[in-house]
Structure formats: structure tokens, C-alpha cells
């Protein structure tokens, strides 16, 4: 029933015959699989290392090299039931024709491949047997050509010695001929010029000559051929020493003497001579073009011709001195150099007095290329020039030449920055026309900084041009490291900056009372505008040079920090003489009213002073004046009714208990004592402390050093009674207005009641006036 059941096939019962077809196809299998493993390059030994399950030898492995069908379908009949059975017949059914479609693929495939190799291998036979045929021909045309060859070499054998016997035989007369005709030729060459074409043929000559001067008619030959070359040297020797022509004409001749066997040493020297005397021509040329009456050429026109004509005609006569004279060793090379010093300095004379007419100039390009042009001619030659150090030379002048354009350009900030001063100063000074403001402090202020940055700036960009790539200079150590950091940074910025300070340090210095002729106005401009350096613009500067001039050169440079304290101190000693200034003016005001005024005879006040408003008015004016350019500052907090607290000062109860005992016949106590008393308990008033950087701090110093001198005043005068009440009455008007002014009103407090105390002090009859008649004089003043 299995049987049946599968049916035909390699999967056939038990009962069929091994005899059958069925028994070839394992063969067949085999067969098939040989083929394939063929078709894709695997070897036995490949495809028996390749895993194939448990154990390769297994003959129940369908994949195995082993494989057996009989015991592979003993085992499935044993061991499968029948539904599995057929799978298996099913799916082993499927495998082999898909085995069979393969096959049928490769060997269609393969079949298209044999038969192109069969069409090529037929036309490689066809072209092969045409090539037989020629390869025939030619190895018999050959034979042939070999046999005619031998003939004619037999032939000719007797007439080729001949023709080479022959052939060194009339070599042999050229040689004779030439020789015999020799003092012709050499006549003819010196007739016509052509000397080196003499020398030639008495060179090609002169070994034979020599060799059979024993004979007489070469003896002849060599003396007719003396005596020419004789009267050329003398030719060349009488060219040589005209020095007419140049120094090309003038190497040459010098060749030739050498050639003709005259002795060196005497045409080195008159070598050198001769050529000393061109190049001192050139320089004569050039010191022409700096005379006072023709006008000098540019720089860089005079560098060009300098170093076309003398450095050109230098670098030729090196060069053909060291072709010429190369025998003469370390000797000639030192007379070469000393001859190349000697000259090179008298140019690099020239050079620098040209390039000195050029310091007055504010651009730097023009000289730049100049002096690279003048730099890069020098360094070209090389070795011709390089023992006469001469590139050394031409370094140490440029690099002298950007030291000067340095100090130069810092000049030339300096000179900017005291006309920015001038400028301020006039426009300060320029009178005020009617209804037209002039510029204001502010204004003045940005228009000095942007100035002088802008000119900090043009000088960097000047003094860059140096350190340009493209400068045949700027990659010495010098540009690339101590021109950049000393030079450039400390010399020009940090000095500039430092120049700027001591200047304005100076106006702190001016002699007089008024602190000479500088206006007020300039020096708190100075103050802010160093502070504006202190704050910001120091670093910007110097943080703009560090980048445009990579400095490579470890020296110690001045760091940003002391610069800074180096301003900020300048400033703020400024500002300190600024409340100086104006407080000297005030004082100047306040003394002369007391000094000229007689206190004892005085009438009774009705009015302010007309002095005490004009020193409102002014400290007013400072006011605005330091606003413009400062920050308000810090108060304490102030009280709602100062005015009236600071006439209280006055009319109090306490002012009137200090001055009790002088209005009472009765009181013994001395009044002296009691202020000295009243002081001890007081505070301490420093006039001249530190002033800040604000608005308030300049106005208080100013109003303490005014309000102390009309104290001082006061105390060396004696009053009367309406001169005591015309001092209150001028104190309460400036405390009405001065508070306001200050940080502490404290302060105006104190100073304006050591005022009337003194003056109530100073006077044999001190009665004051009434508070309320003191307001009214005030307010309607």
C-alpha cells in the first residue's frame, strides 16, 4: 500500500528492484552536484568543512557526502506513518524539479558559453595559419638578405681599408691645414674684432704646437702665432683699461686675458679698479638727486634707481668676479667683500639721507615699498654679496627707519592731542552771539575722543603696513616680535596714553593764584576724559592693538590695569584742581567785598550784597557746567524746611545763648572761650578732602573752600553793628541757596554759623537783627 501510494519514483517502496532506473539517481544526484560545485568554484575540501548537521557521516543526510538511499528509506519507512510519508514524497518531488530546472538553466547557459569559445578557437585557428605563411615568407627573405650581405662585405672588404686609411689621412692635412693657415686666421679674427674666436683657435692649437716646437716649421707656426696673440693682449689690455664699456664688455675681456695666460692678481686689482669706478658714478648720481637745488625724486623712484643702477651694477660685478677669479680662494672672496663694504656703505649714507627728507610724512605706504623694494634688491643676490654682509646692513636701516616712523607717529599724537586742547580752549574763549549757544562741554568732550581715537587709529594702520605679508621684511624677528610689543604697543600706545596724562597733570602745575591761563571749563573735560580712558577706553585700545600686531615677544609689556590707575589718578587730580579753580574765583570775590568794605561805619542793611548774588549765580553756573559732564552724585536725605532751619541758625536759641553774654552787661565770661568751647564740641570740617567723580562731591568742595575764606576774612576784621547784621543777612541769603548744592547741608550749617559767630565775635556792640526782618531782606533781595 506504500508503495502504491508514492507511486514511481526514486521514493519507491521496499519491493522494487534495486535493478530498475530508480537506481541510478542517486548517482545521477551526485552527478548534478559535482556540477554545481563546479560551476561555483567550491572544492571537495570547502564543501566537506562546511557544517552539515550533527555528524557528516551520517548516510540518512540528504546533504551528506555519505548519503545512501536504501538506508535513508528504510529509516522513513521505520520511523514516518504514512501522511508523513507522502509529505515527503511530496516535497522530495518538488526538490528534484527544481533540481532539474536548475540544471537545465546551467546547462543552457554553459552550452551559449561553449559554443562562443568553439566560433573564437575557429578563427584563431584561420588567423594562425595566415600567419605561418608569413612568418615562411619572412624567414626566407631574410636567408636571402643575409647571403647578399655576406657577398657585398666580401666585395668591398679590400676598399673599406683603403677608404679608412684614406679617410685619417685627410683628417690629418685638415689638421695641417688649419695649423699652416693659423696666423691667417688669428690676423683676421683681431681685424675684424672677434677675439674670443682668437683665443679659441690658439687654445685648439697650442697642445700641438707645444708637442712639435722641435720641428722648424711648427717653431715658425708658434712664433708667427706669439707675436698676434701678443699684439691682442695688448689690444684687450688697452680696452680693458678705457673702461668704456660696461661690465659685461669688461668680464670679457678679462677671460680672455686670463685665457691667453696673463697673471690674475694684477686683473683682479685693476678688476675691482675699474668697476670702483662705475659704481662711484651711480652713487655720485643718486647724492646728485639729494642736492638742495633740484627738487629730490619720491623715495621709492629713488630706491628703484638706487638699486637698478648701483645695487644691479654691484650684484653683476660680484658675480663676474667670482666666475673670473674663483682660483684666488679665501683671498679674492675677502677683496670681493671689503670692496662690496666699502661701496655699500656710501649707499646706505645715501639711502638715509633720502629716507630722513621722507620723516615728515604722515603716510607710510610710499615708504614701505621703499623700503622693501630697497630690502628685497639687497637680499636677492645671496651668496654674491652675502660675505660683505650687506642684507644685515639693509635690515638694521629699515629697522631703524620703523623705530624713527614710531617716534614719529607718537609726535605726531601728541601734537593731535594738544590741538584737539587749542580747539577746545577757542572754542571755550570764542565770545556768545545773542540768541546762538556754542558748543557745550559734552560736545566738546566727543569731539576730543573721537579725534584722538580716530588718529590713535590712522597710526596703527600706518605703522601696520611694516608687518605685512607681502613685505619682504616683515617676517624678521625684529617686526615679528620686539616692533610689535615695545615698539608698537609700549612705545607708541602706552606712551601716547602716558603723554596725554603728564600733559594734563600739567595744567594741575600752572603757576598763580587762578591756575595761571587755563580755563576751568578744559580741566574738567581733561578729568572726564581721563576717567572716560580709565573706564573703557584703554582697553579698547590696547585690546585693538594686540590684535592687529600678533605679538610674539615674551618682554614684560605694561598691563591694562596700571594704565588705568595711571588715568583715573590723573583724573581725579584734575577734578581736584578743577574745586580748586573755582574755588579760589568764589574766594577771590567773597575777600575782596570784606577787605574793601568798612564794617564799622557801615549803614543798616536793607539789601543783600550784590556780591553774595553774583557767588549764587556762579556756583550755579558750575552746577550746570559739572552736569554736563557728570553724574548727580549722593545726598543726604534732606529736610523739608532747610531754609528755614538754616536762618534758625541765627535767630536759635542757641545763637543767641553764644552771644547772651556780650548783649549782657552783667556776664564776666569771656566770648572767646565760649566759641572755643562750642568748637571743641562741633564737627571737624576738612576743606580740602578727596573730591569723587560726581556732581555733588565738586560742588561741596567748592562751596567749603568759598564759605572758609569769607570765615578766615571775617575773623581779620571788627565790625559794627549794622556790619554784624549786614553778615547775617548775606549768610542767610547763601544758605537759602547753597544747601542745595551739597551732600550735607550740615556742612553750609556749620561753616555760614562760623561765620556770624566770628563776625559777632569781631564786633564791640553785636546786636542782630530780627529773624523776621532778616526773611524779608532776603526774599525781596
Not at 629699515?398 to 605726531?412: F, I, K
Not at 569731539?447 to 587709529?457: D, E, F, P, R, W
Not at 601696520?464 to 624677528?477: D, G, I, Q, R
Not at 596724562?501 to 571749563?521: I, M, N, R, V
Amino acid at each position: 500500500m506504500a508503495a502504491e501510494a508514492v507511486g514511481p519514483g526514486p521514493a519507491s517502496g521496499p519491493g522494487d528492484s534495486p535493478e530498475g532506473p530508480e537506481a541510478n539517481a542517486p548517482e545521477r544526484r551526485r552527478k548534478a552536484h559535482g556540477m554545481l560545485k563546479l560551476y561555483y568554484g567550491l572544492s571537495e575540501g570547502e564543501v566537506g568543512s562546511r557544517p552539515s548537521g550533527p555528524d557528516s557521516l551520517d548516510p540518512t543526510d540528504l546533504n551528506g557526502a555519505h548519503f545512501d538511499p536504501e538506508v535513508y528509506l528504510d529509516k522513513l519507512r521505520r520511523e514516518c506513518p504514512l501522511a508523513q510519508l507522502m509529505d515527503s514524497e511530496t516535497d522530495m518531488v518538488r526538490q528534484i524539479r527544481a533540481l532539474d530546472s536548475d540544471m537545465q538553466t546551467l546547462v543552457y547557459e554553459n552550452y551559449n558559453k561553449f559554443i562562443s569559445a568553439t566560433d573564437t578557437i575557429r578563427k584563431m585557428k584561420n588567423d594562425f595559419r595566415k600567419m605561418e605563411d608569413e612568418m615562411d615568407r619572412l624567414a626566407n627573405n631574410m636567408a636571402v638578405i643575409t647571403d647578399f650581405s655576406a657577398r657585398i662585405s666580401a666585395t668591398l672588404q679590400d676598399r673599406h681599408e683603403r677608404i679608412t686609411k684614406l679617410a685619417g689621412v685627410h683628417a690629418l692635412l685638415r689638421k695641417l691645414q688649419f695649423l699652416f693657415e693659423l696666423p691667417s686666421r688669428l690676423t683676421k679674427c683681431v681685424e675684424l674684432g672677434a677675439y674670443r674666436q682668437a683665443v679659441h683657435y690658439q687654445g685648439r692649437a697650442r697642445a700641438v704646437l707645444q708637442q712639435y716646437q722641435h720641428l722648424p716649421s711648427f717653431r715658425a707656426i708658434q712664433d708667427d702665432c706669439q707675436v698676434i696673440m701678443a699684439r691682442l693682449a695688448q689690444q684687450l689690455r688697452q680696452r680693458f683699461r678705457e673702461g668704456g664699456s660696461g661690465a659685461p664688455e669688461q668680464a670679457e675681456c678679462v677671460e680672455l686675458l686670463l685665457a691667453l695666460g696673463e697673471p690674475a692678481e694684477e686683473l683682479c686689482e685693476e678688476f675691482l679698479a675699474h668697476a670702483r669706478g662705475r659704481l662711484e658714478e651711480e652713487l655720485r648720481a643718486l647724492e646728485r638727486e639729494l642736492g638742495p637745488s633740484p627738487p629730490a625724486p619720491d623715495v621709492l623712484e629713488f630706491t628703484d634707481r638706487g638699486g637698478s643702477g648701483f645695487v644691479g651694477g654691484l650684484c653683476q660685478v660680484a658675480a663676474a668676479y667670482q666666475e673670473l677669479f674663483a682660483a684666488q680662494g679665501p683671498t679674492g672672496a675677502e677683496k670681493l667683500a671689503a670692496f662690496a663694504r666699502e661701496l655699500g656703505s656710501h649707499y646706505f649714507e645715501l639711502v638715509e639721507r633720502r629716507l630722513a627728507q621722507e620723516q615728515g610724512g604722515g603716510d607710510n605706504s610710499l615708504l614701505v615699498r621703499a623700503l622693501d623694494r630697497f630690502h628685497r634688491r639687497l637680499r636677492a643676490p645671496g651668496a654674491p654679496l652675502a660675505a660683505a654682509g650687506l642684507t644685515e646692513s639693509a635690515t638694521e636701516i629699515v629697522e631703524r627707519v620703523a623705530r624713527e616712523r614710531l617716534g614719529h607717529h607718537l609726535q605726531g599724537l601728541q601734537a593731535a592731542f594738544l590741538g584737539c586742547l587749542t580747539d577746545v580752549r577757542q572754542a571755550l574763549a570764542a565770545p556768545r552771539l545773542a540768541g546762538k549757544e556754542g558748543p557745550s562741554l559734552a560736545d566738546l568732550l566727543a569731539n576730543v575722543a573721537s579725534s584722538i581715537l580716530s588718529h590713535i587709529k590712522a597710526s596703527l594702520a600706518a605703522v601696520h603696513l611694516f608687518t605685512a605679508k607681502e613685505v619682504s621684511f616683515s617676517n624678521k624677528p625684529y617686526f615679528r616680535g620686539e616692533f610689535c610689543s615695545q615698539g608698537v604697543r609700549e612705545g607708541l600706545i602706552v606712551g601716547f596714553i602716558r603723554s596725554m596724562c603728564q600733559t594734563a597733570q600739567s595744567f594741575c602745575d600752572s603757576p598763580g593764584e587762578k591756575g595761571g591761563a587755563t580755563p576751568p571749563a578744559l580741566l574738567l573735560l581733561l578729568s572726564r576724559l581721563c576717567l572716560d580712558y580709565e573706564t573703557a577706553t584703554i582697553s579698547y585700545i590696547l585690546t585693538l592693538t594686540d590684535e592687529q600686531f600678533l605679538v610674539q615677544d615674551q618682554s614684560p609689556v605694561t598691563p591694562v590695569s596700571t594704565l588705568c590707575a595711571e588715568a583715573r589718578d590723573t583724573a581725579r587730580r584734575l577734578l581736584t584742581h578743577y574745586v580748586k579753580v573755582q574755588g579760589l574765583v568764589i574766594s577771590q570775590m567773597l575777600r575782596k567785598s570784606v577787605e574793601t568794605r568798612d564794617w564799622l561805619s557801615t549803614l543798616e542793611p536793607r539789601n543783600v550784597r550784590a556780591v553774595m548774588k553774583r557767588v549764587v549765580e556762579d556756583t550755579t553756573a558750575i552746577d550746570v557746567q559739572v552736569g554736563l559732564l557728570y553724574e548727580e552724585g549722593v545726598r543726604k536725605a534732606q529736610s523739608s524746611d532747610s531754609s528755614k532751619r538754616t536762618f534758625s541758625v541765627y535767630s536759635s536759641s542757641r545763637q543767641q545763648g553764644r552771644y547772651a553774654p556780650s548783649y549782657t552787661p552783667s556776664a564776666p565770661m569771656d566770648t572767646n572761650l565760649l566759641s572755643n568751647i562750642q568748637k571743641l564740641f562741633s564737627e571737624r570740617i576738612d576743606v580740602f578732602s578727596p573730591v569723587e567723580f560726581n556732581k555733588v562731591s565738586v560742588l561741596t568742595g567748592i562751596i567749603k573752600i568759598s564759605l572758609k575764606t569769607l570765615l578766615e576774612c571775617v575773623r581779620l576784621r571788627t565790625f559794627g553793628r549794622f556790619g554784624l547784621q549786614q553778615v547775617q543777612v548775606d549768610c542767610h541769603f547763601l544758605q537759602l541757596y547753597l544747601w542745595r548744592f551739597v551732600a550735607d547741608e550740615e556742612l553750609v550749617h556749620l561753616l555760614l554759623d562760623e561765620v556770624v559767630a566770628s563776625a559777632a565775635l569781631r564786633c564791640p556792640d553785636p546786636v542782630p537783627m530780627e529773624p523776621s526782618v532778616v526773611e524779608v531782606i532776603c526774599e525781596r533781595g
